[in-house]
């Protein structure tokens, strides 16, 4: 067997790079954006509050939690119901989008622990990082690894015009960005290289991570929890990142094995 440097070059060479294991981690924590760090989803607020509403919003949700659409089609029309200009978008979100509590903290801790964070996400990498810089730093942001859709401006038009801009998905597949796809190279790894593979969400974009991982944490009271439930994928519920920390703190130091905390719903 070749070296963790010599696997991640052959990886890189194939397209698919892991640089999450640069810093050789015991430990790789991967977590959804909205409604996970964050306290409300980013996409579903803009929706609600600039598109189409509510009622169709979560209509769309039940339709893909239960196998009746895509998760790219429904995300797509959310979007596309949504004509206010990009960053007045943003400026609407900064405003009312809340961090989860107890994320400093966890965040603090993952980077002193060599734990790298990877966020994966079905959101829009300018919203995303314009949160994420406004609660921890620019210089912060510069070490969270995001893998995510992005924004493209409409032909003949601005993203900050009325109606200027769209969603420009992260792959080609049914779910616009598959995570699983993102977390597989690494889980394919042999015994010997392959890190403890964490991941936490919430919702129906999480839904092609949530077999990947050695443990899923899925946020109570959620989608992902039913989905879980319903196809036998073990997990653990958390109500804030402060229930994620003392779990991963208990595996990072081997008091707790992934299989003993998955104790699904509490």
Known sequence: ??????ITADAAAQ????PALKTHPKVIFFTDFDGTITQQDSNDYMTDNLGFGTELRRQGNQDVLYGRRDFRDSFREMMDSIKTPFHECISVLTKNIRLDPGFPAFYAWARANNVPVVILSGGMRPIIRALLAQWLGEEEVKHIQIVSNDVAPRPGKSIDEEGGWQIQFHDDSSFGHDKSLEIRPYAQLPDDQRPILLYAGDGVSDLSAAKETDLLFAKA????????ENEKVPFTTFNDFNDILAVVQDIAS???TPKEAATGRK
């Not at 067997?1 to 010599?6: C, D």
């Not at 009271?221 to 879980?228: A, E, S, W």
């Open 1 to 6: 067997m070749g070296s963790a440097t010599t």
């Open 221 to 228: 009271g959620r989608d992902l929890v039913t989905y879980c």
């Open 15 to 18: 397209g698919v790079p892991l």
């Open 254 to 256: 081997g008091k707790l």
